[in-house]
């Protein structure tokens, strides 16, 4: 039994984890329409947020359509493995390349990538989405990513999700041979989920569509 006094300290640095995290949201498993998603494997995914794969340095790929649910479970994971007090660190992929870029220009560089590298978990959320700057003088996007990639390899977990096929991720971030190195590292241990199933967002779209329509009074005029 854990007195009042160390309890609330303990939630005080779950807190401070998640804000230091770079999770904006708190998804979570409980809020997750499994029915919605019938191909995605429920159990496969519990099984991950136990988290013994963070703990066994594994790492996790995720990829499917937009709006598939990658980004809720990849999250929902995260604030899993900030509450059993992991380091975790979450960015969107072009965003965590844009702090990487940044790090370049003002010379924090080192200090930034050492920061990514040291997080017990990462999750690089949304390799593929938006565009990645193609900057003159300045090394590809592979090669940042294969630097942070290349550093956690077998010493840390890394968690991604792709809206594009992995074969696409070469030309997205502008290297073939490093982009498939980073998958070569990727893939040595880990699990890969595709989710294969429709779109949540379309359907909260069709619904408030629906929902629009039907609070429209009898006698208004139609759109
Ligand atoms: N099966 C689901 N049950 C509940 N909410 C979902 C489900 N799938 C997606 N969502 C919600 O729909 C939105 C889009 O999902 P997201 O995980 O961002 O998709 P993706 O990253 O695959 O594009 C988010 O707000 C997410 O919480
Ligand atoms: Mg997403």
Request: a positive charge; proline letters at 3%; glycine letters at 6%.
């Amino acid at each position: 039994m854990l007195g009042e006094e160390a309890a609330h300290k303990l939630e005080h640095r779950i807190e401070r984890r998640i804000m230091s995290s770079g999770l904006r949201e708190r998804k979570t498993l409980e809020t997750f329409d499994w029915a919605f998603q019938p191909g995605l494997d429920k159990s496969l995914v519990l099984e991950l947020a136990r988290l013994d794969f963070v703990r066994r340095h594994d790492d996790l790929v995720v990829t499917g359509k937009s709006g598939t649910g990658k980004s809720h479970v990849l999250q929902a994971i995260a604030l899993r493995a900030c509450q059993q007090q992991m380091t975790v660190r979450y960015a969107r992929c072009v965003d965590l390349l844009d702090d990487l870029y940044a790090g370049l220009a003002d010379g924090t560089y080192p200090k930034r990538l050492r920061r990514w590298a040291a997080a017990d978990l990462l999750v690089i959320d949304d390799v593929g989405l938006g565009q990645v700057k193609k900057r003159e003088d300045e090394p590809t996007a592979a090669h940042t990513l294969f630097n942070l990639v290349d550093r956690r390899h077998a010493r840390a977990a890394t968690a991604v999700s792709s809206n594009i096929k992995l074969s696409a991720w070469g030309k997205y971030l502008g290297d073939t041979t490093l982009a498939a190195a980073i998958l070569d590292r990727l893939a040595m241990h880990a699990v890969r989920i595709d989710i294969d199933g429709p779109s949540y967002r379309q359907l909260v779209a069709t619904e408030r569509a629906k929902q629009r329509g039907a609070t429209l009074p009898d006698d208004s005029p139609q759109p």
